[in-house]
Protein backbone atom coordinates (compact mmCIF):
# COMPACT_ATOMS: atom_id res chain seq x y z
CA UNK A 1 0.00 0.00 0.00
CA UNK A 2 1.37 3.68 -0.84
CA UNK A 3 0.79 6.85 0.30
CA UNK A 4 -3.16 7.53 2.20
CA UNK A 5 -4.60 3.89 0.49
CA UNK A 6 -6.53 2.39 3.69
CA UNK A 7 -6.65 -1.26 3.86
CA UNK A 8 -10.37 -0.97 2.42
CA UNK A 9 -9.02 0.84 -0.79
CA UNK A 10 -5.94 -1.64 -1.46
CA UNK A 11 -8.29 -4.77 -0.95
CA UNK A 12 -10.87 -3.18 -3.65
CA UNK A 13 -8.38 -2.42 -6.04
CA UNK A 14 -7.15 -5.57 -5.78
CA UNK A 15 -10.91 -6.93 -6.09
CA UNK A 16 -10.97 -4.47 -9.47
CA UNK A 17 -7.57 -5.84 -10.73
CA UNK A 18 -9.51 -9.21 -10.73
CA UNK A 19 -8.09 -10.99 -7.66
CA UNK A 20 -11.41 -12.66 -6.31
CA UNK A 21 -9.31 -13.77 -2.93
CA UNK A 22 -9.38 -9.93 -1.81
CA UNK A 23 -12.81 -10.82 -1.09
CA UNK A 24 -12.08 -13.26 1.14
CA UNK A 25 -9.79 -9.98 2.95
CA UNK A 26 -12.34 -7.45 2.56
CA UNK A 27 -14.88 -9.28 4.25
CA UNK A 28 -12.87 -10.55 7.08
CA UNK A 29 -11.65 -6.50 7.71
CA UNK A 30 -15.59 -5.45 7.88
CA UNK A 31 -17.10 -8.75 9.37
CA UNK A 32 -17.49 -6.99 12.64
CA UNK A 33 -19.93 -4.05 10.54
CA UNK A 34 -21.30 -7.27 8.41
CA UNK A 35 -22.39 -8.75 11.59
CA UNK A 36 -23.87 -5.55 13.70
CA UNK A 37 -25.67 -4.86 9.70
CA UNK A 38 -27.34 -8.44 10.57
CA UNK A 39 -27.91 -7.92 14.00
CA UNK A 40 -29.90 -5.32 13.60
CA UNK A 41 -32.58 -7.57 11.59
CA UNK A 42 -32.39 -10.28 13.80
CA UNK A 43 -33.48 -8.34 16.91
CA UNK A 44 -35.60 -10.15 19.67
CA UNK A 45 -34.13 -13.92 18.47
CA UNK A 46 -32.69 -15.90 21.68
CA UNK A 47 -30.16 -17.58 18.89
CA UNK A 48 -28.95 -14.16 16.79
CA UNK A 49 -25.64 -15.10 16.93
CA UNK A 50 -25.89 -18.20 14.78
CA UNK A 51 -28.78 -16.13 12.71
CA UNK A 52 -26.42 -13.27 12.66
CA UNK A 53 -23.56 -15.73 11.56
CA UNK A 54 -26.08 -17.79 8.79
CA UNK A 55 -26.82 -14.11 7.48
CA UNK A 56 -23.39 -12.46 7.03
CA UNK A 57 -21.96 -15.67 5.65
CA UNK A 58 -24.56 -16.37 3.29
CA UNK A 59 -23.94 -12.61 2.23
CA UNK A 60 -20.13 -13.61 1.54
CA UNK A 61 -21.47 -16.60 -0.80
CA UNK A 62 -24.13 -14.20 -2.70
CA UNK A 63 -21.32 -11.23 -3.19
CA UNK A 64 -18.49 -14.38 -4.18
CA UNK A 65 -21.11 -14.76 -7.00
CA UNK A 66 -21.31 -11.53 -8.54
CA UNK A 67 -18.94 -12.13 -11.14
CA UNK A 68 -17.98 -9.17 -13.06
CA UNK A 69 -18.66 -6.75 -10.21
CA UNK A 70 -17.15 -3.27 -10.49
CA UNK A 71 -16.12 -2.71 -7.25
CA UNK A 72 -15.70 1.06 -5.95
CA UNK A 73 -15.27 1.47 -2.32
CA UNK A 74 -15.84 0.28 0.92
CA UNK A 75 -19.12 1.96 0.65
CA UNK A 76 -19.91 0.21 -2.64
CA UNK A 77 -19.05 -3.11 -0.53
CA UNK A 78 -21.73 -2.42 1.80
CA UNK A 79 -24.08 -1.62 -0.39
CA UNK A 80 -23.86 -4.82 -2.43
CA UNK A 81 -24.04 -6.55 0.78
CA UNK A 82 -27.07 -4.82 1.85
CA UNK A 83 -28.49 -5.99 -1.40
CA UNK A 84 -27.53 -9.50 -1.21
CA UNK A 85 -28.97 -9.66 2.45
CA UNK A 86 -32.67 -8.18 2.04
CA UNK A 87 -32.27 -10.86 -0.55
CA UNK A 88 -31.67 -13.53 1.92
CA UNK A 89 -34.13 -12.04 4.44
CA UNK A 90 -36.79 -11.71 1.54
CA UNK A 91 -36.38 -15.28 1.34
CA UNK A 92 -35.97 -16.65 4.75
CA UNK A 93 -38.97 -14.24 5.38
CA UNK A 94 -40.81 -16.30 2.19
CA UNK A 95 -40.09 -19.88 3.46
CA UNK A 96 -41.45 -19.22 6.94
CA UNK A 97 -44.05 -17.77 5.49
CA UNK A 98 -44.81 -20.83 2.97
CA UNK A 99 -43.91 -22.97 6.10
CA UNK A 100 -46.51 -21.23 8.26
CA UNK A 101 -49.08 -22.03 5.25
CA UNK A 102 -49.36 -19.22 4.12
CA UNK A 103 -49.49 -16.46 7.34
CA UNK A 104 -52.05 -13.61 6.38
CA UNK A 105 -50.80 -10.17 5.87
CA UNK A 106 -50.89 -7.81 8.51
CA UNK A 107 -50.49 -3.91 8.69
CA UNK A 108 -46.90 -2.65 9.04
CA UNK A 109 -45.23 0.70 9.76
CA UNK A 110 -41.86 1.52 8.50
CA UNK A 111 -39.34 2.32 11.21
CA UNK A 112 -35.81 2.35 10.65
CA UNK A 113 -35.10 -0.40 13.09
CA UNK A 114 -35.05 -4.21 12.94
CA UNK A 115 -38.33 -6.32 12.39
CA UNK A 116 -37.17 -9.48 10.37
CA UNK A 117 -38.29 -12.12 12.63
CA UNK A 118 -39.01 -16.04 12.04
CA UNK A 119 -41.86 -15.20 14.10
CA UNK A 120 -43.82 -13.03 12.02
CA UNK A 121 -42.15 -12.94 8.58
CA UNK A 122 -45.12 -10.98 7.19
CA UNK A 123 -43.47 -7.42 7.81
CA UNK A 124 -40.26 -8.02 6.19
CA UNK A 125 -41.75 -9.18 3.12
CA UNK A 126 -44.47 -6.06 3.16
CA UNK A 127 -41.08 -3.79 3.10
CA UNK A 128 -39.71 -5.94 0.37
CA UNK A 129 -42.88 -5.69 -1.54
CA UNK A 130 -43.00 -2.19 -1.19
CA UNK A 131 -39.48 -1.63 -2.50
CA UNK A 132 -40.19 -3.51 -5.25
CA UNK A 133 -42.96 -1.03 -6.62
CA UNK A 134 -41.21 2.25 -5.20
CA UNK A 135 -38.27 0.55 -7.50
CA UNK A 136 -40.86 0.45 -10.40
CA UNK A 137 -41.24 4.42 -10.21
CA UNK A 138 -38.06 6.06 -8.58
CA UNK A 139 -35.02 3.33 -8.78
CA UNK A 140 -32.67 5.31 -6.38
CA UNK A 141 -35.20 6.07 -4.24
CA UNK A 142 -35.55 2.38 -3.16
CA UNK A 143 -31.55 2.21 -3.78
CA UNK A 144 -31.41 4.59 -0.44
CA UNK A 145 -34.03 2.65 1.42
CA UNK A 146 -32.38 -0.35 1.35
CA UNK A 147 -28.93 0.57 1.41
CA UNK A 148 -30.00 2.79 4.51
CA UNK A 149 -31.99 0.30 5.76
CA UNK A 150 -30.61 -3.17 4.84
CA UNK A 151 -26.81 -1.93 4.63
CA UNK A 152 -26.89 0.55 7.57
CA UNK A 153 -25.25 3.01 5.08
CA UNK A 154 -24.99 6.57 6.65
CA UNK A 155 -26.14 9.41 3.80
CA UNK A 156 -22.62 10.09 3.14
CA UNK A 157 -21.75 6.95 2.24
CA UNK A 158 -25.03 6.33 -0.01
CA UNK A 159 -24.35 9.26 -1.78
CA UNK A 160 -20.90 8.43 -2.79
CA UNK A 161 -22.22 4.86 -3.89
CA UNK A 162 -25.34 6.45 -5.86
CA UNK A 163 -22.73 9.67 -7.24
CA UNK A 164 -25.03 12.07 -5.97
CA UNK A 165 -24.76 14.59 -2.72
CA UNK A 166 -25.46 14.35 0.99
CA UNK A 167 -28.44 16.63 0.61
CA UNK A 168 -30.18 14.77 -2.57
CA UNK A 169 -29.85 11.78 -0.44
CA UNK A 170 -31.42 13.43 2.64
CA UNK A 171 -34.17 14.55 0.01
CA UNK A 172 -34.91 11.38 -1.09
CA UNK A 173 -34.69 9.42 2.00
CA UNK A 174 -37.71 11.91 3.12
CA UNK A 175 -39.54 11.34 0.18
CA UNK A 176 -38.84 7.26 0.01
CA UNK A 177 -39.99 7.40 4.08
CA UNK A 178 -43.64 9.02 2.64
CA UNK A 179 -43.95 6.33 -0.61
CA UNK A 180 -42.82 3.57 2.30
CA UNK A 181 -45.62 4.38 4.40
CA UNK A 182 -48.25 5.17 1.69
CA UNK A 183 -47.36 1.39 0.74
CA UNK A 184 -47.52 0.07 4.14
CA UNK A 185 -51.14 1.44 5.13
CA UNK A 186 -53.54 -0.94 4.94
Do not use: C
Not at 131 to 146: F, G, M, T, Y
Amino acid sequence: MTGIETPHTYLVDQLRSGHREALDELTTLLYDELREIAHRHRVGRDDWSLVTTSIVHQTYLKLMNQGEVRWTDRAHFLALAAVAMRHILADRARARRAAKRGGAPVAVSFDEGAFASDDDPSALLQVDEALERIERVDRRLARVVEYRFFGGLTNDEIAEVLGVNVRTIERDWRKARMLLRDELRP
